[in-house]
């Protein structure tokens, strides 16, 4: 198979798109693209600058060219550097590429540059997040910046193609679809008056989902201005593509020079249908959007019909996901019921009364043995059961008690799960009691965090260091009052950041931020001992 295949199989049928979506090929392309996200540099790689550097707001900076691309000088006009970096505003992974070489542009004139392309929302471009300028990399040495979204797992058209031996040329299904998206985002881009700066491989970028990617046509925008007019420019844009499909099908990076052309168009003709090789031709020798759309017209039905069949299929597969996650709730709530050791001081809690049925029912579901007590390991029975649960059916189910006598009940999964409900309220406003009493109750059966008990409820005052833009915070059963300068912002588990007020109530007790020398102190006031825990070391809080 190509290369394109390998990352973007066309998808020419429903039942096709429905094997890639459901059949394990998608589930290992987002893992895959997770790995990528959270893969770490080298140890001891020079190239890798200090993880505690923050750049206009983005740290963790992780440097990702492809090695066999060799100088970035010729895509960009001078050399540029990749990075993998973190945004510190929402904690999202984002690609930061800095603008290397003796290029000086001062603030104004990047906004400038960046000012159109920060509006521009296509599937088939990489969306720019921003551009700014910042010696914070190199003091006394301002470099321009721009911040684009993170495709994770992507590589390049000319990396895919060109590079890698073992690739072969594209089909022409591939060629078609790779035409159709790249069109689709000339014709966005020309529509609001802009263009491509032309259709470079080393600037399309192949990502998962069939999709392929136009990238850093702004970077052109500030390196090498073009002050042509605008209908040249764009003339240029459907060349370039023209040039790039000739140069796919023959697999040559000068397959479509001038000279080369005509020989490359027939040995295109030998391997691919007379209208792809009629388009090709259309497009390299120089032409408009008005007259390349009659062109393609019969070949966006195929495309919209492989469109609406993945979508389908996804949609399959997020309800799929989506019954899991009801389920995965239910099974939540029972193991925050069930063996629960004590509840307010009462060790057979979860022994007694509504929970003790909800205990039969987990032996019901996950328990079952057969005749000669072997157990029985059913996937669609557990399935089935904890679905008629979540739903609360009306069908009964019989429950077998742990007495000797084995007496045995029958009750509906309505009735079951009001209880399991009603139970987990329980819970839930057991947590959201005072916590003087619960710091009382910890503190005389010696269960404090810190010293381990002996210590009387009055209000504590520690200094807790937390970082601005931590994004890792576990959260706990506990309750404290939390003072920090007003307009503070803290985030709960990678969930949008609150701000505390002079003081705010919070249920928290551990904060794991990112290990840095740039931190925040808040004043935290507690009426038991707190532990505040970094990557490497833990440090307990007591009392006074």
């Known amino acids: 198979h190509s290369a394109l295949h390998a990352i973007a199989p066309p998808l020419s049928t429903a039942a096709a798109t429905r094997h890639y979506v459901m059949g394990g090929a998608l589930e290992a392309e987002l893992r895959a693209e997770l790995a990528a996200e959270m893969s770490l540099p080298a140890d001891g790689d020079p190239a890798v600058p200090p993880q505690d550097l923050v750049v206009g707001g983005c740290h963790s900076l992780n440097p990702i060219d492809d090695p066999a691309r060799g100088h970035t000088a010729r895509s960009y006009g001078v050399p540029t550097t990749l990075f993998r970096a973190v ?16 290029l000086r542009a001062t603030g104004e004139e990047v906004s400038m540059v960046a000012r159109p392309w920060l509006g521009v929302q296509h599937p088939n471009i990489v969306e720019l997040r921003g551009a700014f300028v910042s010696d914070e990399m190199e003091e006394g040495t301002p470099r321009a910046f721009f911040v684009h979204d993170f495709c994770a797992g992507a590589v390049t058209l000319e990396s895919a193609i060109f590079v890698r031996i073992e690739a072969e040329a594209p089909s022409e299904a591939e060629l078609w679809s790779l035409a159709l998206q790249l069109l689709s985002a000339a014709f966005a881009l020309h529509s609001m008056g802009m263009s491509c700066r032309g259709m470079e491989p080393a600037r399309i970028l192949l990502t998962g989902g069939q999709r392929v990617r136009l990238h850093g046509s702004v970077v052109l925008d500030l390196t090498r201005p073009d002050t042509r007019p605008l209908a040249d420019q764009q003339r240029d844009d459907l060349a370039s593509l023209g040039r790039l499909l000739v140069n796919l099908a023959c697999r040559s990076p000068g397959a ?3 000279k080369a052309l005509p020989r490359s168009l027939e040995l295109m003709a030998a391997s691919c249908s007379p209208d792809l090789v009629h388009l090709a031709n259309t497009l390299a020798r120089g032409t408009t959007m008005a007259e390349v759309m009659p062109l393609v017209s019969a070949r966006l039905f195929d495309h919209a019909i492989a469109v609406q069949a993945q979508a389908d299929a996804l949609r399959e597969a997020h309800r799929a996901n989506l019954e899991a996650s009801r389920l995965a709730r239910l099974l939540i709530k029972l193991g925050f019921v069930n063996e629960r050791p004590e509840l307010a001081g009462d060790p057979s809690w979860a022994e007694t009364g ?107 005052t520690l200094q807790v260091r937390v970082l601005p833009h931590a994004t890792d915070i576990t959260w706990s059963m506990c309750t404290f009052d939390a003072q920090a300068a007003d307009g503070q912002t803290m985030q709960q588990s990678g969930a949008p950041g609150r701000r505390l007020a002079s003081t705010s109530r919070l249920s928290m007790c551990l904060l794991r931020p990112l290990l840095s020398q740039d931190v925040t102190v808040h004043t935290v006031r507690a009426p038991w001992p707190v532990a505040v825990q970094s990557e490497s070391t833990e440090v307990g809080f007591s009392p006074g």
């Open 256 to 258: 479509a020079s001038s």
């Open 87 to 102: 945004d510190s505003e929402d904690g999202h992974v984002c690609a930061l590429r800095r603008v290397d070489g003796s």
């Open 354 to 460: 509504d929970r003790y049925l909800l205990q039969l029912l987990r032996d019901a579901i996950f328990h079952q043995v057969d005749a000669d007590g072997a157990p029985i390991v059913n996937y669609d029975h557990v399935v089935s059961a904890l679905n008629k649960l979540d739903v609360g059916a009306d069908q009964h189910v019989l429950l077998h008690g742990r007495d000797e006598r084995a007496s045995l009940m029958v009750v509906s999964y309505r009735d079951m799960r009001s209880l399991l409900e009603r139970t987990f309220a329980e819970l839930v406003a057991a947590q959201q009691a005072s916590p003087l009493e619960h710091a009382a109750a910890d503190g005389a059966q010696g269960l404090a965090l810190g010293d381990g008990g002996n210590f009387n409820a009055a209000m504590t």
